[in-house]
């Protein structure tokens, strides 16, 4: 994992916090999945954090993931952010 991936995965698990009230997930492993079992987003969880995501990296998630892959985990979420701002 290089430098950036640490730091977008640090800024995603404070997100995370925010939008679900829940400070522990500062700490949530990589792996840690984003919706069922895990965080255990909902759809409004979701639509929260992938709007901070647009705001700090200008990454439209949604609209670039049609099919929404990179929500599976912390880990998915912070590759495809990193990779889309190596582009």
């Known amino acids: 994992m290089t430098t950036s991936e640490v730091a977008i995965a640090a800024e995603i698990r404070q997100m995370l916090a925010e939008v679900t009230g829940r400070p522990e997930l500062t700490g949530v492993p990589l792996q840690t999945l984003l919706f069922s079992g895990g965080v255990g987003l909902d759809s409004l969880g979701g639509t929260l954090l992938l709007r ?11 609209a670039e993931d049609l099919n929404l892959d990179s929500l599976e985990s912390l880990a998915t979420l912070t590759a495809f952010i ?3 701002l190596a582009e």
């Open 82 to 84: 990193a990779g889309r």
């Open 52 to 62: 901070q995501v647009q705001r700090r990296y200008g990454v439209d998630v949604a």
